[in-house]
């Protein structure tokens, strides 16, 4: 099939993709794809958990095809270079030199840093340093980039001792720092508090004003309904033109009762300070904290402020250093990387994992998978499962045990909106028998729509 080659006009980026298989793959994951990027645009890329964008994502930086035998048919162009792929040549992408004009923020974001730096400065000045930047303009960059992005504070911290949503924003900046026109970022604002969205926001701003494009890769565009230069939508492996994104905001509103007054107390924290070993200072000091049963409770505040903490300490995880705490009823944890949480070879493994065939727990699996919709995904790995099935197996690892306290720490990362609205049934369903749920989380609207109340921690 003759295809029109990429114009080397204007655009910084271009795609013009035929087909794109996995290695042994029954069905393609992307067909027909005409993309063009221009210097300092914004292009906005949504679409549900499982419909290729971060394969999509994964062709524009060079890093797909991996495989000889995956299939890529098409043509890819990068700041003049032209690379074209057919069924007769797949030519190997330098990635090294790719690299150098876009960039990929993977989903999960701690794939992107080295793991090999002892601090967040080098992490920072690890792309510099490979390109052999004297050491003194390496330093001004990376305090210059941190001091924007307020990231100054971390620059001596280890990069493991960071949350969630600081780790995203440190592989943000690390991505960001080397300058390649152009920054592929697959759900850059997962994880991220009210103030890191907005530095975020602020840093695409600035980059775009130097001329850098954007290509956001996320479950929903309504964020950046009002600054992205082109909507698109991939479902069915193809790109679909949203020609107004404002006029396709979708709203979603939950109704839920207060529980009774007089439910028996299930957690009481008072004046509790937590620590972990060898830290300067406490994580979290004076907490004060109840839940009752029938209650869903949202933990609110910054990254860092120790929302994950308190979830870790109510799950047994971490013992006060002052202060009381109780706990009545076993507790589960939702943690907040999946990755932490999955380790065997099918769904089914995975959720059945420590649980006696003969005990009544093991026939609540069946129902937890269709519950969670998981039932088609039973003997499926887990790593090859969507992003929004694989944070629900980890639920399902949890909730099969049916804990007394759910622990949600930022339980809609990766979730799709059906995954949302899956999660939101799984949250009812524990309040209505008469357990309790503490949640955190930066997505305001979900915490709303499913909490009763809302502790806000201090920094």
């Known amino acids: 099939m003759d295809r029109k080659l990429i114009p080397q006009g204007t655009a910084v980026l271009g795609l013009d993709l035929h087909i794109f298989s996995y290695l042994d793959a029954p069905e393609p994951v992307l067909r027909d794809i005409q993309l063009e990027v221009q210097p300092g645009s914004l292009t906005v890329i949504s679409g549900h958990s499982g419909s290729g964008k971060s394969t999509l994502g994964a062709i ?34 330098d990635i090294a030199r790719w690299s150098q004009h876009v960039g990929l923020l993977p989903q999960d974001a701690r794939h992107y840093l080295s793991g090999i730096r002892g601090t967040v400065a080098e992490e920072l000045a690890f792309s510099l340093e490979n390109a052999g930047m004297p050491r003194e303009q390496m330093h001004q960059k990376v305090t210059a980039l941190a001091q924007r992005l307020r990231l100054d504070h971390l620059l001596q911290r280890h990069p493991d001792q960071l949350s969630g949503g600081q780790e995203r924003l440190v592989a943000l900046a690390a991505l960001a720092i080397s300058e390649p026109e152009v920054l592929v970022l697959d759900e850059p604002l997962a994880g991220l508090d009210q103030q890191a969205t907005a530095l975020v926001s602020e840093l695409i701003s600035l980059l775009r004003a ?11 565009h309504h964020f950046w309904a009002q600054e992205a230069d082109a909507f698109w939508l991939l479902d069915q492996g193809t790109l679909q033109c949203i020609p107004d994104a404002a006029q396709h905001q979708i709203r979603t509103e939950t109704q839920h009762q207060h529980p009774a007054e007089g439910a028996p107390l299930m957690l009481n924290m008072e004046s509790v300070r937590l620590c972990y070993p060898g830290a300067s200072g406490p994580a979290v000091q004076d907490l004060d904290l109840q839940i009752r049963s029938g209650e869903c409770l949202g933990l609110a505040g910054p990254n860092g402020s120790g929302k994950t903490t308190v979830l870790k300490a109510i799950a047994g995880l971490l013992q006060p250093v002052a202060g009381t705490m109780s706990v ?15 380790f065997e070879r099918t769904v089914l493994r995975e959720v059945s994992f420590g649980i006696p065939k003969k005990s009544s727990l093991h026939q609540r699996i069946p129902e937890v998978l269709v519950q969670l919709g998981l039932d088609s995904y039973a003997h499926t790995h887990p790593y090859e499962l969507p992003a929004s099935a694989r944070r629900l197996t980890a639920l399902a690892t949890v909730l099969v045990r049916e804990p007394e306290i759910l622990l949600l720490d930022e339980p809609t990362e990766a979730l799709d909106e059906a995954g949302e609205a899956t999660l939101k049934e799984a949250i009812a369903a524990v309040v209505s028998r008469g357990g309790a749920v503490i949640l955190s989380t930066h997505d305001g609207k ?6 009763h109340r809302v502790h806000h921690m201090n920094q």
């Open 60 to 93: 524009l930086a060079g890093l797909l095809p991996r495989h000889s035998m995956d299939q890529l048919a098409g043509a890819l162009s990068v700041d003049g270079s032209l690379v074209e792929f057919s069924d007769s040549s797949s030519p190997r992408i």
């Open 210 to 220: 130097q001329g850098t494009a954007l290509v956001i890769l996320a479950g929903t």
């Open 328 to 342: 009545a009823g076993s507790t589960g944890l939702l943690l907040q990387n999946s990755s932490d949480q999955l």
């Open 446 to 451: 979900f915490m709303h729509s499913v909490a």
